[in-house]
């Protein structure tokens, strides 16, 4: 099973806001990821964790932290952000087959930032 | 630095119309993966291909993975209303605990009905 669900499916927060975005895969993936996406471009790479550990930050500001409580789920907690922050946030998992390693995507959070 | 370029990168046409979209890269990955976006939803994986010269078919769309494991294309036969979207190649290096993907530039099709 691929499925990648995210919550909530859109946000709306001011300046001074403190919201957290949601992510839950299934059994099975080793790793979890976190894109930023403006619209028309590719996702951008924020944040990986492999085996709930955080592998990889893209040089990420501090207004965004993740964090993976357990082996299914994992946060974006967001605060003071700015306005340039408004895009679709996408939530990803890998699995590995045979030496192939696929990722597959959540639906996203749209946020807009005033 | 890996880089993978999509050309076109914009495209409109008619319904039944066939098109093909590159993503050339100068690097070698181990994987590539197509997927198609649609406004305010994830990108939805349509294929993988990992063997060198690899043809894959998904209905009337056709992915072909360069000899050299360094571009890929996807061809669409008779485009439909429902193929229009963001199409986006990865490519997934060797190594390493997890595999970043390095995405193409992507490539926004219109199909008009």
């Known amino acids: 099973d691929t499925e990648v669900t995210q919550t909530p499916k859109h946000l709306v927060m001011g300046m001074t806001n403190k919201k957290s975005l949601k992510c839950e895969k299934h059994m099975g993936h080793r790793a979890m990821y976190w894109y930023k996406q403006k619209a028309k471009k590719p996702p951008e790479l924020m944040f990986v964790y492999s085996y709930e550990k955080l592998s990889i930050n893209e040089s990420v500001r501090s207004r965004f932290s993740p964090e993976c409580p357990n082996s299914s789920l994992l946060n974006l907690h967001l605060h003071a952000l700015q306005p340039e922050d408004s895009a679709l946030y996408l939530c990803?998992?890998?699995?590995?087959?045979?030496?192939?390693?696929?990722?597959?995507f959540g639906p996203g959070t749209r946020l807009l930032v005033l | 630095t890996q880089l993978l370029e999509q050309s076109p990168q914009f495209l409109s046409i008619q319904e039944g119309e066939n098109l093909t979209v590159y993503c050339n890269s100068s690097?070698?990955?181990?994987?590539l993966q197509w997927y198609r976006q649609e406004p305010g939803e994830g990108p939805v994986l349509l294929v993988t291909?990992?063997?060198?010269?690899e043809v894959k078919k998904l209905k009337r769309l056709t992915f072909q993975f360069g000899d050299a494991r360094k571009d890929s294309s996807l061809h669409i036969t008779a485009a439909q209303p429902g193929d229009t979207g963001l199409y986006l190649c990865?490519?997934?290096?060797?190594?390493?605990?997890?595999?970043?993907?390095?995405f193409g530039t992507g490539t926004l099709l219109a199909v008009q009905p």
């Open positions: 291909v990992v063997t060198g010269g």
């Open positions: 990865a490519g997934a290096g060797y190594g390493g605990a997890t595999n970043k993907l390095i």
């Open positions: 990803a998992s890998s699995q590995v087959r045979a030496v192939m390693e696929t990722q597959y």
């Open positions: 690097s070698v990955f181990s994987s």
